[in-house]
């Protein structure tokens, strides 16, 4: 067996190592051999250099905590975890241009501690766990839930350095330039572009790519500046038809900063209630923040908070304050919490998840089709809540769909009926992780897995990241 | 293979052409003359032509195919008779002409399709929709789509694939490399690949996955410019605007205007100085306050809004033209604030002119009629050909984006670069050196881009050109504005490895999809580098920044054109 890389914190322990040989949904793999803790950028791609002279299997993570999607159990037997969770540095944050540059290991559990004092937050998924490296977040392209500034998958990435699987340091977007990174900020660039510089666009190509084409070190990021003022309301219905509308309507007009959909499931899990008071929630429910950042802040949350009234009068949802005791103040500040452990465990202890990206037009329709699956087989009797949260400022939506349920409960086989009936009705797995791996590529005309084994064999010749994460890259060998 | 025929023109062999006009019908391939002049000019439209206006090499044929499918029949035809081809979408500018004798037009005015699918602020469109059509019939459902700086008669299927994508509405409408949804695309070898949502036959609307974004090998910044196989179909986003259905379109032509919308109101602010400038344009993006904000040289303001060169040159004189056209009021913006209610028009109006007097700025005094002429240019990007009229050639330089830090720099050294030329008796076209279009990204990051006007019949003009548009990569080597997004072709190369690997990247994206170079253009990376040369270039970089070299090659590409 070959020496691990010299000067890099390493750790052979079976307890450590056994801790990424499973995760919480996906089940178990191979232990790796070791665990490296590069503690810089540098130090990453040393790592990578090594293991394309040892030709050894790399699996990078950034987050600590419960894993549960299965993309960093090593599918290989022999590979060695890059644990960045350590590189924890905000290296420069700026609010005049309302960017930071973080470390890979900066996670949601920190980040708006980190930035408050520039007078910044950062953009979030819905409830995050603490430990989840906001880096890794982005780079699996999971949706934030600010639609209004969410005009790309790439968002909300500015420049970034990535070693690329082959062990070469790439700058992208504007992070570009001239000199050292030191340099470059006391001149006073602010790495505030994603895509290039000339051809190509590394970044993008990394997202969505579960470690299987590099590693990022850091990235420059939009934040969003403290509002000094915020209202949140909910907008309620009986039918999904009223608040869809009235979110799309909102959300094109950009009269909202947090806008998303949920059912009553999904919406007492959120407010952290019992299952049994879903019941009493409205059927739908579409959350919206309004906030003033600098200028006249009152009169900006004013004005869009009277057209966000007309607006739910118009498509007939109605407005409410506070649901079952919580406003949706508190719940704007729920969401800007990490909790230790993910909200959808709290109500039975485990939980399925399923999610897709879809038409917002069309997105009724989908859901139809998954209720009456539900309706006739083993889940019927199951809760099973709804998120739907526009992306790309409303050109289209990532829809979840998540049960929560006891530990022990043998739901497997059903949830993955559920994943299949919805592949077919239109879903797209754009993220194929845990039910969804195989499902992703099952429509795909061929495309996909030619362009995936295209970024393999550019970006990573010798196969070192992350090897078969992907099923179609199983099926090229 | 080609038969020889004259000095830059080859014949395509029966063979060849007999397998084209199976794949598409005889009357959609041609290689009269009469037509293919068309496709071989170079006036001086975005790039520096030689003396004359047809370009030294024409293309072997022109086809049109009306499918992707036929696409791919002639990528594969020129890939077994050893022929090398170039897609053209509308041919806007000179990006479009062919860079080899033995290289096949693909024109892909056929494939036109256009459909707006407004619940989801999309479209899906093919090469030959042209912004225009695509902003009339988005404009019937309350929505606009980015038009580039390029104005409406380009392809936005060429801008968001290939071609960089930036356009004065920006800080609205983004770029067209983010717009760009779902994909379809024929390699160089001919194969049909879909991206995102489209290789699932799930429509157009997502651009990525599953897994990677494997869009980012074929979409920079820049965009492959015809290198890299050709674009079919995509889905494209569109932005919702304040008004439904057409334009209040008033007046002639030249001087169309449009009627200001309920809610709508366009502004002129002037600051004393760019410091005072740069400081509000920091308070101006914030809140999302104005819906576009356009910084242009005082010179363009008054070509917009003079009928006439010779109307321009007249009030110029005698100082007549409005205060926005005035030379000494370089720092400015005009400010364009669309709102749809009332109160939300007050809340930006009264924000935006709060935040200009804070900084020391002012109003200047608009008449009824240039204001709407400004506001029917920004709406439908019309201002290339009025403010390009001056002196019939232009190109581009600068392209940089970073931080509105640098927007006082930005505008210094790109008067720098032209200082000397644009003075009375310089080679350029005489006038101020002030050509810096400046605007905002998303309410983020600023776009600064310096027009360089010069005599296309002149060679000593187009050597002054090409030494603004060459000189200004040296002088951003030295002292950087911001990524310089016009970095394409050897270029890239000689800036070299200290801004990233992307060249090299390209290069291997090029390599591993177009190993014989089918797909052949000027504007992408050079192809088939040996490592060696790769390694060496970058080292050149004193040598391409020396005055003199630079001039040398400014003269060689005045005469023989870029
Ligand atoms: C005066 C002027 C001003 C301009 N201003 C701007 C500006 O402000 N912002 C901006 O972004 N651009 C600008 N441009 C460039 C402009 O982006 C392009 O001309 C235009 O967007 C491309 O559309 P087109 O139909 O003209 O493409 P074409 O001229 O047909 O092609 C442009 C390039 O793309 C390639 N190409 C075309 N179609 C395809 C396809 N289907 N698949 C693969 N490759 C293809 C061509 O080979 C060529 O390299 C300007 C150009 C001119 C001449």
Known sequence: MTALPRGIKADITAPVRDAFARDGEVGTGPAPRAVLYPSNIHEVRKVVVWANETRTALIPVSSTGLRRRGDTVPLTDGAVVVDLSGMTKLIHADPRDKIAIIEAGVDFGSIDEILRPHGLRAFRPLMPRAGKSVIASYLDREPIINADVHWDPADPFGGTAIISGGGELTLNGSAALEGTLKEQLERGHRHMVTFGPGNVDLTRVLQGSQGSLGVMGWAAIYCERLPKVEDSLFLCSETPSAVLAAMREAVHRRICTTAFVVDRVQLAMLLGLEMDAAAMLPAWTFFATQAGYVHAPERKVAWQRSDLEEVAARHGARLEKTLLGTSADALADRLRQSPRVCYRDVPFGAHKELFFLHPISSVERMLDIQEAHLRTGALAARPVGTYIQPLAQGTFAHVERVMPHGPDADVGADWRSLAEASLRAGAFYSRPHGVARDLAFLRDDGSAARMIGAAKALLDPCNVMNPNRFVVQEAIG | ?562
């Open chain 2, 1 to 562: 293979m080609a038969a020889k025929t004259g000095r830059h023109r080859l014949t395509l062999s029966p063979q060849a052409r007999s397998e084209l006009e199976t794949i598409l019908g005889a009357r959609y391939v041609t290689d009269d003359p009469a037509l293919m002049s068309g496709y071989a000019w170079n006036t001086g439209v975005g790039k520096i032509p030689s003396g004359d206006k047809f370009t030294s090499i024409w293309p072997i044929a022109v086809v049109l195919p009306a499918t992707t499918e036929e696409v791919a029949a002639v990528v594969k035809c020129c890939k077994r008779h050893g022929l090398s081809f170039r897609p053209h979408s509308t041919g806007y500018g000179s990006m479009g002409c062919v860079t080899s004798p033995d290289s096949i037009c693909i024109d892909l005015r056929r494939m036109d399709h256009l459909e707006i699918l407004p619940d989801d602020r999309m479209a899906v469109i093919g090469p030959y929709a042209t912004a225009n059509q695509l902003q009339a019939e988005a404009r019937k459902h309350g929505l606009t789509c980015h038009v580039v700086g390029a104005g409406p008669a380009h392809s936005p299927l060429a801008s968001a694939t290939s071609l960089i994508g930036v356009g004065i509405t920006s800080q609205f409408t983004s770029a067209n490399m983010r717009n760009m949804l779902a994909w379809e695309w024929v390699t160089p070898e001919g194969e049909i690949i879909r991206g995102g949502s489209a290789a699932s036959d799930l429509g157009w609307y997502a651009s990525d996955g599953p897994g990677p974004g494997t869009r980012g090998l074929l979409r920079g910044f820049f965009g492959g410019g015809g290198g890299i196989g050709v674009f079919t179909r995509i889905g494209i986003k569109l932005f919702p605007i304040n008004q439904k259905g057409e334009m209040q379109t008033v007046g002639q032509v030249p001087q169309l205007r449009s009627v200001l919308p309920a809610h709508t109101a366009l502004l002129h602010a002037l600051f004393p100085d760019y410091e005072a400038q740069r400081a509000a344009t920091f308070d101006l993006l914030q809140d999302d306050v104005c819906t576009v904000l356009l910084r242009m040289p005082p010179n363009h303001i008054g070509w917009t809004l003079t009928e006439t060169n010779a109307e321009f040159v007249r009030r110029t004189r005698d100082g007549t033209l409005p205060e926005p056209a005035q030379l000494h009021n370089g720092a400015s913006w005009t400010i364009l604030i669309a709102s749809r209610s009332a109160a939300e028009h007050r809340w930006r109006d009264e924000t935006v002119r709060d935040i200009v007097i804070r900084h020391g700025g002012h109003f200047a005094v608009l008449q009824q009629e240039e204001e709407e002429l400004l506001y029917h240019n920004f709406a439908t990007s019309q201002y290339v050909p009025r403010v390009l009229r001056a002196s019939g050639g232009i190109t581009t330089s600068f392209g940089v984006l970073d931080s509105f830090h640098f927007l006082p720099k930005a505008v210094e050294m790109g008067e720098m670069m032209l200082a000397k030329d644009s003075a009375p008796g310089g080679a350029l076209c005489e006038g101020s050196p002030d050509e810096q279009w400046i605007w905002p990204h998303e309410g983020r990051y600023m776009w600064g881009e310096n027009i360089i006007h010069f005599d296309a019949t002149s060679e000593a003009s187009r050597a002054a050109g090409a030494l603004a548009l060459i000189g200004h990569f040296a002088a951003q080597w030295k002292d950087p504005v911001g990524m310089t997004g016009l970095l394409v072709g050897p270029i890239q190369d000689v800036t070299g490895p200290r801004i990233g690997k992307a060249p090299a990247f390209a290069r291997k994206v090029k390599t591993y999809f177009d190993k014989d170079d089918r797909s052949k253009t000027k504007e992408y990376v050079i192809p088939n580098m040996p490592p060696l040369v790769e390694k060496i270039l970058p080292a050149l970089r004193p040598v391409f920044s020396n005055q003199m070299v630079l001039r040398a090659m400014s003269k060689m590409l005045g005469k023989n054109g870029m």
